[in-house]
């Protein structure tokens, strides 16, 4: 009878290497789980071809929606970011996932043959992602794989009845702002409703600019309010940072629409053609620039106030 030899803390016929769990970096190295994710992905795809193009035609050449591009990247960012997390969590088939994945699949029918709405067959694509990421690797792993996905929401054209409803105030907004920074820095305007008319005091010619169509409040306040979402997710793992991160996008793209719009009414003095056009959004997705530092700029103060915490859960 032969016996056999075994090492403490091994079990017989399985290997070490193989026994250990794969970091969420050893899975996307691994071909069969790229064969997997790849069969996956080409499914949801083709499953949501036409939401997806739809969305590709909202923000193609439109500065006010081209973030969306840059969503899901953000989002493997925010998972890589948990890998540990993840790589920590034990994974497994959970069957109730099924739920949700026939859920989102019969939202997104409802939402292409009953009634057609953009925006609830984008909630659908991320109610089956979800569905699919619970499904295949269970409860705890989704502790980490819940802000990445929910981000994807930003992704999302938001309907022309709630872009009309709330972009009206916020224009208004953004036209009293724009009218009294003109004023403070000498510059003859008059207020009329949502147009400010901008007097050239050498030519005494007036130049109308019409907050209305030469910037969209609305649109801006949620760009900010996705880069403040991300700026939150990643440099801090504290939640009430995380909400004051997020929170301060709506000050932040309501004072910058001011300066945008004083921007435009200003450069109106050289050229009347400036106020008008794509002008607009080129200032705008300037002004991203500071917006982003004015977050960090946040952040940096709050950190020195106070510090990260190193462990424990986000």
Known sequence: MSSVTTTPGRV?????????????????????????????????????WNWIYAQHQHSWGNGDWSHAYMVPLISAYLLWQVRRDFDAAAKGVFWPGLLPVAMGIWCHVFFTVGIPNHLGQGLSLILTVFGVALLLLGTAAMRSLFLPIGYLFFAITLPQQVMIRITFPLQQIAAEGAWVLLRVLGIQADLVGNTIHVLNTKTL????????????GMRMLIAFIALGTAVGLVASRMWWKRVALISLGVPVALGLNMVRVAVLGILSLWDADLSQGEAHTFIGTVLLVPGFFIYMGVVWALNRAVPEQQEGPA
């Open 205 to 216: 010619v007036t130049t109308p600019l019409d907050v209305a169509q030469a910037c969209s």
């Open 12 to 48: 017989p016929g399985i290997d070490a290497a193989s026994a250990a769990p794969r970091t969420l970096a050893e899975s996307v190295a691994d071909p069969e789980v790229i064969g997997k994710f790849v069969l996956l992905a080409g499914a949801t795809v083709f499953l949501f």
